[in-house]
């Protein structure tokens, strides 16, 4: 008991805050009042990770023994997360050709948002033109990439051997321990959200949108229950289901209380370190599939595409079906890490599907959003620690898992 105890009291402890949390919010109206105990908890993990994406990206790349090496890292990791998001988002058409999930138009305030321009949206995505907006959790995918190129940099000057590669290691661990000081007060942060989500939106379950939201909500989970052991399967070889079972309930219950992927960084690198993910994997796709790598966001786009479809009568016939996945995949990957995403997914869909009736189909879509959001970073989050069996696969062997664990045993020995 006491070893179970030592091993999951984090875990326990996350889940006993989110279900009173709940409770709270169900039973008290006012719990919204008690949305900063969560805020708290959010404000300090995005104040941390975003340095921490910066040192881990650029010093995993400049630790490496060779560019190649980082190249290949690089290639292998996007590539996985573009064929995961495409296959999480046929999996959502299929689910809502047979279960459509339009209903009559909700009552929402019209909005008119500006559309953006394929170009301009490309220059916000990857690039910011000033140094000092990089350092934002809005700005999490251009940081990666001044990452990813810093760490080149630092490879091309001498790599391992430089005094900076060393440095870049040395705050990536310090950071790491900031982390875990800040984890304690999760319980407490979870809480505070919970109860003021519940008293927030519990209602809206009961309005037109709640057959789109269970349908999500089920095909997420059966996504993760099916695919996540397969795509492990696939990564480690014999025995790596267990071992993803093992690990992945920690990141997906934080994942789920934040509604952030970034937020979620630190502890699917923990949990990745205790699976035997070597650290150049680890600290190069987790931070990376915080932003890029969007499961769960893909297969929201998709089913949010599908109920404006529906509600504005609109066919949802292959041809466009077509374009809604490959829109879905290429906006998810582009899509920030923080909680509800900002935004810009709803926006490039509404945009080029609904042109002239993108007043009303935007805040629909950004309602539907919110309330799937918790278990859409669910999936990108966790997916994120699973990411790293099939990036191993890759770069170190189909038999990495197999030679962590006969290392194991013979350092018990």
Not at 221 to 243: D, E, Q, S, T
Not at 245 to 263: D, E
Not at 387 to 403: H, M, N, P, Q
């Amino acid at each position: 008991m006491k070893e179970f105890l030592k091993n999951y009291w984090f875990l326990l402890t996350m889940l006993v805050g989110i279900v009173a949390g709940c409770i709270t919010g169900a039973m008290w109206p006012g719990a919204t009042a008690l949305e900063p105990l969560g805020t708290v908890f959010i404000n300090l993990m995005f104040c941390v990770v975003v340095p921490m994406v910066f040192f881990s990206i650029s010093s995993a790349i400049a630790n490496m023994p060779g560019v190649k090496r980082a190249g290949k890292l690089l290639v292998t990791t996007v590539v996985t997360f573009f064929v995961t998001a495409l296959i999480a988002s046929v999996i959502m058409y299929a689910v809502v050709r047979i279960f459509p999930v339009f209903t009559m138009q909700p009552e929402y305030e019209a909005a008119d948002p500006e559309t953006l321009g394929l170009a301009e949206l490309i220059v916000n995505f990857f690039t910011k033109p000033d140094f000092a907006e990089l350092l934002s959790r809005r700005a999490i995918l251009p940081l990666i990439i001044a990452a990813i190129l810093f760490g080149f940099g630092v490879q091309l000057s001498g790599g391992p051997l430089t005094k900076t590669a060393g440095m870049l290691k040395d705050v990536t661990e310090c950071i790491l321990k900031t982390v875990k000081i800040i984890t304690y007060y999760a319980p407490i942060g979870f809480f505070g959200f919970f109860a003021s989500l519940v008293a927030t939106h519990g209602s809206d379950f009961m309005t037109n949108y709640a057959r789109a939201i269970i349908t999500y909500y089920v095909v997420s989970i059966l996504y993760m229950i099916v695919f996540f052991p397969i795509y492990a399967r696939f990564g480690g070889g014999k025995g790596a289901v267990g071992v993803m079972l093992k690990h992945i309930f920690k990141p997906a219950a934080v994942s789920f209380g934040t509604c952030s992927s970034v937020a979620t960084i630190p502890t699917n690198l923990e949990e990745a370190d205790e699976t035997g993910i070597s650290r150049e994997v680890s600290e190069i796709v987790i931070p990376m599939g915080a932003t890029m790598h969007m499961d769960g966001s893909s297969m929201s786009a998709i089913i949010k595409v599908a109920f404006l479809f529906g509600m504005f009568g609109l066919p949802f016939d292959s041809g466009r079906a077509v374009l809604a996945i490959v829109i879905a995949v290429f906006s998810s990957v582009a899509m920030s890490g923080i909680p509800g995403g900002g935004g810009t997914g709803e926006l490039v869909l509404c945009s080029l599907f609904f042109p002239s009736q993108i007043s009303v189909a935007f805040p629909i879509a950004l309602a539907i959003g919110d309330l799937v959001d918790p278990p859409a970073t669910m999936v990108n989050a966790a997916g994120d620690y699973v990411a790293t069996f099939i990036v191993s696969r890759f770069t170190e062997g189909k038999d990495w898992l197999s030679k962590r664990n006969a290392g194991v045993k013979n350092k018990g020995n």
